[in-house]
């Protein structure tokens, strides 16, 4: 099991144990975690899953796709060009045991 925290606007923390395999997103949208829609079901094509991944974390997540790229200039909140990610391409593996992102104040 990986532990996945979130950290919300408001300083509430949740912290979820994952399997490897599992999606930022579709971990939040199972555990009911607010401040995660996946209106798009992990497709890549709504940003309603827009994390700020915390610093120490950025180098073991995969390259950032194309689509997610694109999508990412659609958030509802600003972009950051160095920490932002769709929760929905960010999958917990064996290599990534921890990750902790932040919430943006809206999705929509």
Known sequence: MSKLTFHHPGGQTD???VEPGTSVMRAA????ITG???ECGGQAMCATCHVYVREPYLEALPAMGEDEDEMLDCTATDRD??????GCQITITD???DIEVDLPESQV
Do not use: K, P, Q
């Not at 949208?29 to 009911?32: C, F, L, M, R, S």
């Open 15 to 17: 912290v979820l144990d």
């Open 29 to 32: 949208v199972t555990h009911g």
């Open 36 to 38: 995660i829609v996946g």
């Open 81 to 86: 060009n160095t920490r932002s990610r769709l």
């Open 95 to 97: 290599a990534l045991t």
